[in-house]
């Protein structure tokens, strides 16, 4: 039988396809859930369970090993302990009143060109360029101001409808919620673990399967098209302002010829969805992939894929659309267990690593 340790050290390893198929792993999850002092005082408290250790780490392999004794009937109190806690932390969630403060954002812009990471941004740009103190002074009331404010609101849309996207599946009966946080798990599907990871479909994503489908550059394809159709765009500015710019220039003219170059974009992109949808494992391993190496993990990963297929910039505000996420994500849920865990298996590389991971997944796409 696998102890403590082994458990312990492929969950720092990030390796958690195992714990899905062995009653004693997931019992070690599940008791990592609890390891906070009030959490783990009033679990042992209910249920007439005596630790003798003072230490947190030590009352942790105490538990587990009091536990393991009798898993049929741990995972019990313990599923028990974890739907009781959810229950009245859901109570405390006004979803109307979440949803109706999520609407209130109406554009989705970080302010700046920066990797989520405000502080390098500020640092890079502005503290380690600029010499003169007025001129970074001045910039208070222009570009940094906008920086920090679109930083700020839009962390905290992205943390808000996060909660409430997790509600929706914790609220179901095939989840089993966590109680504290553990490292990589938001919660159970018929005991396996998943991090829940909410995203559109990347850029990036659509830039490398127009490459291969022979697609040209979206950006290249707009200046040829802007040039023909007699449209003037401002050739200095961003990459991303230059494509908005035609865009809606080419909407706003609205001739048959502006139309079917907005059309022809769109089918093509629609071309790449539907492939995605038809082999999520192929996306699943393209985003295990290309994900950010300062966030790079190789843990069980349900995707939650958001598009508008109107206007796949504007996927962000599907974060909030309540009426079209709960109906399909219970509807994911309610089939979950006809789904065979060994076709949820993926193998990956990672760029710069000689290992190759395995993990278990699985890619959920809502499409309006």
């Known amino acids: 039988m696998k102890d403590f340790k082994y458990w312990k050290k492929l969950h720092e390893s990030d390796k958690l396809g195992q714990f899905s198929s062995n009653t004693q792993g997931l019992l070690w999850l599940k008791v990592k859930s609890i390891v906070r002092k009030e959490l783990i005082s009033e679990f042992v408290t209910e249920n007439g369970i005596e630790l003798k250790k003072r230490l947190l780490k030590d009352k942790f392999f105490e538990l587990y090993s009091l536990l393991g004794k009798n898993p049929t009937k741990s995972h019990k109190l313990l599923n028990a302990y974890f739907e009781k806690k959810n229950k009245a932390l859901?109570?405390?969630?006004?979803?109307?009143?979440?949803?109706?403060?999520?609407?209130?954002?109406?554009s989705f812009d970080w302010g700046g060109d920066y990797q989520?990471?405000?502080?390098?941004?500020l640092i890079s740009r502005y503290v380690k360029v600029l010499q003169s103190y007025d001129t970074l002074v001045s910039k208070f009331e222009?570009?940094?101001?906008?920086?920090?404010?679109?930083?700020?609101?839009?962390?905290?849309?992205?943390?808000?409808?996060?909660i409430l996207i997790e509600h929706l599946f914790k609220s179901h009966e095939a989840v089993l919620p966590t109680v504290g946080q553990i490292k990589h798990v938001d919660f159970f599907i018929k005991n396996v673990p998943f991090d829940l990871k909410v995203t559109y479909l990347p850029a990036e994503y659509i830039k490398t399967r127009r490459k291969e489908l022979g697609f040209p550059v979206e950006l290249t394809?707009?200046?040829?098209?802007?040039?023909?159709?007699?449209?003037?765009?401002?050739?200095?500015?961003?990459?991303?302002?230059?494509?908005?710019?035609i865009v809606e220039k080419l909407k706003d003219k609205g001739t048959k010829e502006c139309k079917s170059v907005i059309a022809a974009l769109k089918k093509e992109k629609l071309q790449i969805?539907?492939?995605?949808?038809?082999?999520?494992?192929?996306?699943?391993?393209?985003?295990y992939e290309n994900q950010g190496e300062m966030r790079f993990g190789s843990e069980n990963r349900l995707f939650l894929v958001l598009v508008d297929t109107d206007d796949f910039t504007g996927s962000w505000k599907l974060k909030r659309n309540i009426d079209l996420l709960k109906p399909r994500i219970d509807k994911y849920l309610n089939s979950f267990a006809k789904k065979k865990i060994a076709n949820l298996k993926i193998t990956f590389k990672y760029k710069g690593r000689s290992q190759t991971y395995t993990a278990l997944t699985d890619v959920l796409f809502v499409v309006k």
């Open 221 to 245: 394809y707009l200046k040829a098209k802007a040039k023909e159709l007699e449209i003037d765009f401002d050739k200095k500015a961003k990459h991303t302002d230059i494509y908005y710019e």
């Open 116 to 121: 989520n990471s405000l502080d390098k941004y």
């Open 273 to 287: 969805l539907k492939e995605a949808i038809e082999n999520p494992h192929g996306l699943a391993k393209w985003l």
């Open 90 to 106: 859901s109570a405390t969630l006004n979803t109307k009143k979440l949803v109706s403060e999520l609407y209130k954002l109406k």
């Open 142 to 162: 222009t570009e940094i101001s906008t920086a920090v404010q679109g930083y700020v609101l839009n962390s905290w849309y992205n943390h808000w409808s996060s």
